[in-house]
């Protein structure tokens, strides 16, 4: 099963990465090698099992439904790389 | 400035006894950790940031406190170190990435509150492999960490930079993570002790997720007494964490010094591989026959899915990793790239620039892993695996109460050595893996070096939230030696 | 394809819940507010933050369920929806995916007089995004995270709708459910009740359903009606030119009134949904579902029934009085008082929903704060009723007892506001009339019977308005013929 550069290029833009031509090509070698090795994988039967869930918690705790002020708001937007006022900014979106 | 240096190698226990009944002043203590990092973090490589000031504000209040008779908690006037993907609201946390190189938190993760209401003090953030993705820490954006014991060598990863820091005495006591192995392969190659809790144990909220349903913060020390004090500390229920156990927290200390005898030590024959370094599994076999000699009994178990535990892990980790990284796109916090075009061109190239070759790599594995046509093949079947993992140890303790086993298959690899070939690298995990895809606590405590003085780690695994046994049976093997005393060469 | 053609319709509808706080923090879920300022860690997707489920998310998606017949599941689980978007805090939004809460149901809806069965498909709970602003200047966008985690319910119907007017109709049931729940507010133009359409044709009897096309962007009820009309316009009308109906996003433009193809996007959605890692699957025992079910008012539709049953109201009027369920409370609550439901039901129509439009009561989800009570407008009602005030009066009257609380009987009795109905009394006035206005007199001797409406209001105005206008009426007719 050899991954191709198009299924490197489709995977890179659905994970948003920019790849140099050499990365394009070393990633397509990394992934067909890492999952020829996970290969086996495949021969396990595993009908019956179902997926792992954490060990002690069940169910999801719930929250009882009280608002909070949050006491950091001012010092989060510092963070951001580029704001107008109270609001971030980002470059266009182009639909 | 030797009395500095007695103070920077005293043990976490130590430490606070002292500081406590006035032996000594927290601001001392802090200023003899600092002196070490400055003497010898040159060459390690560890420390990523530093917060002098704040931690010597913090001491110089417990020193007041103490003086006015108030009441101090168990850690009081301690610096501990916090591998750097743990948030610490003082200190910048970069998660050892150049997405994160100018980011500090505005928030502490809750293990730092709880070391903070303990009376620590966080002084030193460590180096780790970017993202906590790797097994040598030579992913780190920033440096590589060198092994104190040798400083060709990697100190395993990706708490290389806490493994590190504590064997060379930089601090008594460090905090890294374990997602696959990540606390308890540096402690092996850095000759200390490092505890992978339960998954649950201990809260995730405000460390930076790597695997979501693997990840564990846990204690990095000198010997098993401190890592039962330091675990203590940080474990137990976190409202803030769903995925936490509501589990009371017992006092891991109490049975330390009950002994093994009556205790059944099993062996998984699976984990003593072909291949392994001669001296690792002479190390480790002798530590299990002094056990036997205590009064334990041996076994032989098997764990029958292993050879499947390491594509599990990747394909696991991976698909999670991808999603939890999604988060850093340059809009709302962290590094935003420079570029002309739209919101696209800006994520793409931010993430293209902030990450490093291993994280594109376990993003891209993780992405593939996830899309359409193939998440039934490669994501759901790996969950499912996992299942048949952790059914694989549910059976082993019917008849035993802990496994022992090595860490890694060689002693500390030379930096550079492992670097071409990812799946070389990824093997490195292959005796940890399985303790985080089960969720079941498990620990590194040194039990011997090689012909070249590197360190060996007893690994010992343990039923779900069974901690307490696994510290006990490490205290009774750590007696029998001298390792907490053995230091690398200055 | 020539000919008829059926049209499939389906709907999504997304529904922001009226919880105090956010979904999976403690975030204020209130609307509006300076940007950015109703936000912490979690809701920003900081780095190492963890989501913790709101327990009224839990509560108010099973009392949507079990109102719309749909089957709680006893564990549903949460999943990652997995894509960038600067609103998008995560880079993922937490969602439900293969197990929603809510399986199957249907709403019963009214259209022209007939009730159709509108199957729904699922209902689950899920994070709201922020919001993009687009920029003035247009270098870019300005976010703004205050709508980040406000939870959702999204509402999916089969499609089973075959108009636009099933589908407006739908709509309106549906808000009017969540509304008496409390759950919602349902207002479209604010964006607490939004809705997409599902759109295809296909020959009228055939099962196979045609190729699906979505239309977003629709900001009103109108909105989706005309939209829906437009889409199956345009899907015919491409059918019968050959044209292939391409499976797509299109937007609804309400100026130009057209929908529009969205411009391709580069990147297939691929959504990579799997499991929330951080979120244990989500439990609903009997003892919550019996619960919700004690707890659950009257709803929408049973009780335009009761109301056309117990009170022999039309079913038009029963339909509009209990929209609101605080008007169909304030209505039922003034029967109580003493009005005669018929009487109540007017009054409650054309006074009380012109107050409530005048006054832009309805802005609020629950009027709590009547600026007439319902014993006040049920004692109106009953002093025109037993002929002590005429209508006009009586209306005018409103004004002044709103917001005193005066009792409108008191009102009249102090002010000697009673309408005069001897008939005595108004034949002097009457008279008065008749004599100063000869020529309507004879108009109306010769045939001209309208003129006694202009008569009628001399008297009125004479009598200062107190006269009975139906006594006055009678008295004038025989006047009029005796005289």
Redesign the interface.
């Known amino acids: 099963m050899a991954i191709t550069r198009d299924e490197v290029r489709r995977v890179a833009a659905l994970a948003r990465l920019h790849l140099s031509a050499d990365e394009e090509a070393r990633l397509a070698g990394d992934l067909d090698h890492i999952l020829s090795a996970f290969a086996t994988l495949q021969a396990l039967d595993t009908t019956g099992l179902e997926p792992m869930r954490p060990v002690d918690v069940a169910d999801a705790p719930l929250r009882p439904d009280g608002a909070v002020n949050p006491p950091a708001a001012d010092a989060l937007l510092e963070q951001a790389p580029d704001r107008q006022g109270r609001l971030f900014h980002v470059p266009r979106i182009i639909e | 400035m030797a009395v500095h240096a007695a103070l920077a190698d005293l043990s976490l226990r130590e430490a606070a006894a002292r500081i406590r009944t006035g032996a000594m002043t927290a601001v001392d203590l802090v200023r003899a950790v600092l002196a070490r990092c400055d003497e010898r973090d040159e060459r390690l490589g560890a420390v990523l940031a530093r917060g002098d000031e704040s931690a010597l504000a913090a001491a110089e209040a417990v020193d007041r406190s103490l003086a006015a008779g108030g009441d101090v908690g168990p850690l009081a006037g301690v610096p501990i170190g916090l591998k750097d993907n743990i948030c610490t609201r003082d200190l910048p946390t970069t998660a050892g990435s150049r997405m994160l190189e100018h980011f500090q938190p505005a928030y502490d993760a809750t293990v730092v509150e709880r070391l903070r209401a303990a009376g620590a003090i966080p002084v030193v953030k460590l180096n780790c492999d970017e993202f906590a993705m790797g097994s040598s820490t030579e992913n780190s954006a920033f440096r590589p960490t060198r092994n104190p014991w040798d400083p060709s060598r990697v100190p395993g990863g990706s708490s290389g930079g806490s493994a590190a820091a504590v064997a060379a005495g930089l601090c008594a006591g460090a905090l890294g993570t374990d997602t696959g192995g990540s606390i308890r392969l540096p402690a092996s190659f850095c000759g200390v002790v490092g505890v992978k809790p339960s998954y649950g144990r201990v809260s995730r909220y405000g460390v930076i997720a790597y695997a979501s349903s693997l990840d564990q913060v846990g204690p990095v020390t000198r010997d098993v007494a401190d890592a039962a004090l330091l675990l203590g500390v940080i474990a137990g229920h976190d409202p803030r964490d769903s995925t936490s156990s509501p589990r009371p927290t017992p006092d891991f200390a109490a049975a330390l010094d009950d002994g093994v005898r009556g205790l059944r030590i099993g062996l998984p024959r699976e984990y003593f591989v072909e291949g392994m370094q001669p001296e690792v599994e002479t190390a480790v076999r002798g530590a299990v026959d002094r056990l036997q000699e205590l009064g334990a009994t041996v076994t032989p178990v098997t764990l029958p899915h292993t050879p499947y535990a390491i594509a599990t892990y990747y394909l696991v980790a991976t698909a999670e990793a991808s999603s939890n990284l999604a988060r850093y796109d340059g809009v709302r916090y962290g590094r935003r790239a420079e570029s002309s075009g739209g919101v696209e061109e800006m994520y793409r190239t931010s993430r293209g620039e902030g990450f490093g070759t291993e994280v594109k790599r376990r993003i891209m594995l993780g992405t593939y892993v996830l899309s359409a046509g193939y998440y039934d093949a490669y994501y759901v079947k790996a969950q499912r695996a996992r299942t048949a993992i952790a059914a694989d140890f549910r059976r082993a303790f019917e008849t035993c109460d802990v496994l022992a086993a090595p860490v890694a298959p060689t002693t500390a690899f030379r930096l550079g050595e492992r670097l071409d070939d990812p799946v070389t690298m990824y093997l490195s995990d292959i005796l940890t893996i399985s303790a985080n895809l089960a969720g079941i606590p498990a620990l590194s405590v040194p039990c011997g070096q090689d012909a070249g003085g590197l360190p060996v780690g007893l690994q010992l695994l343990g039923r779900p939230f069974d901690e307490a046994t696994l510290l006990r049976v490490a205290a009774a093997h750590e007696a029998t030696g001298d390792w907490p005393e053995r230091r690398p060469p200055a | 394809m020539t000919g008829p053609v059926e049209a499939v319709i389906g709907l999504e509808v997304h529904a922001e819940m009226l ?3 956010k979904i999976f923090c ?5 609307f509006g507010g ?8 979690v809701c ?15 509560d108010f998606a099973i009392r949507a369920g079990l109102a719309t017949h749909c089957t709680i599941q006893p564990r549903s689980v ?1 999943a ?1 929806k ?1 894509y ?3 609103d998008l ?4 939004q937490i969602s439900q995916y293969e197990l929603p809460i809510c399986l199957g149901g249907h709403l019963d809806v009214l259209v022209a007089d007939a009730v159709r069965r509108i199957g729904l498909t699922r209902i689950h709970m899920e994070e709201d995004t922020g919001k ?2 687009h ?1 003035a200047d ?8 205050n709508r980040s985690g406000v939870p959702l319910l999204e509402i999916v119907s089969e499609p089973d709708m075959r108009t636009p007017e099933e589908a407006g109709a739908y709509l309106r049931t549906l808000r009017s459910i969540l509304q008496y729940l409390e759950i919602c507010d349902g207002n479209m133009e604010e964006g607490s009740f939004r809705c997409d359409a599902n759109v295809s044709i296909r020959p009228p009897g055939a099962t196979a359903l045609g190729t699906k096309v979505e239309i977003k962007n629709m900001n009103s009820f109108r909105a989706v009606e005309r939209a829906i009309a437009y889409e199956v316009v345009r899907q015919r009308e491409a059918q019968q030119a050959g044209e292939p109906i391409v499976q797509e996003t299109r937007l609804w433009d309400a100026d130009r009134e057209e929908t529009r193809s ?2 391709s996007k ?2 297939a959605h ?1 959504y ?4 929330e ?7 609903v025992d009997l003892a919550w579902l019996e619960r919700v079910r004690a707890a659950m008012p009257e709803l929408p539709a049973e009780r335009r029934t009761r109301f056309e049953q117990t009170y022999d109201l039309r079913p038009e009027d029963a339909d509009v009085l209990t929209q609101r369920k605080d008007v169909a409370d304030y209505f039922e609550a003034g029967v109580a008082a003493g009005a005669a439901p018929k009487e109540m039901a007017n009054w409650t129509m054309t006074e009380l929903l012109r107050l409530i439009r005048d006054e832009k009561l309805d802005r609020a989800l629950v009027i709590r704060a009547w600026p007439i009570t319902p014993a006040q407008l049920a004692g109106l009602a009953n002093l025109v009723a037993d002929g002590t005030l005429n209508r006009n009066t009586a209306k005018g009257l409103l004004a002044e007892l709103m917001g005193t609380g005066l009792d409108p009987a008191e009102l009249v009795r102090t002010r000697g506001l009673a309408q005069v109905s001897d008939a005595g009394a108004i034949e002097g006035v009457v008279a008065v009339v008749l004599r100063a206005h000869p020529e309507q007199v004879q108009q109306f001797k010769a045939g001209k019977d309208k003129v006694i409406g202009y008569l009628v209001g001399q008297a009125m105005k004479a009598s200062g308005g107190k006269a009975n206008p139906k006594v006055v009426q009678d008295v004038l007719r025989r006047a009029l013929r005796d005289g």
């Open positions: 919880t105090a706080s403690a975030c204020s879920a209130a300076p940007p950015n300022t109703n936000v912490c860690p920003l997707g900081m780095p190492g933050v963890l989501p913790v489920l709101n327990g009224q998310v839990v949460f990652r997995n960038f978007y600067p805090p995560k880079g993922y993009n602003i920029d247009v270098t870019g966008s300005l976010v703004d995270f969205m411009r580069e990147h691929d990579r949904y799997f499991p890692p951080d979120l244990p699957p989500v439990a």
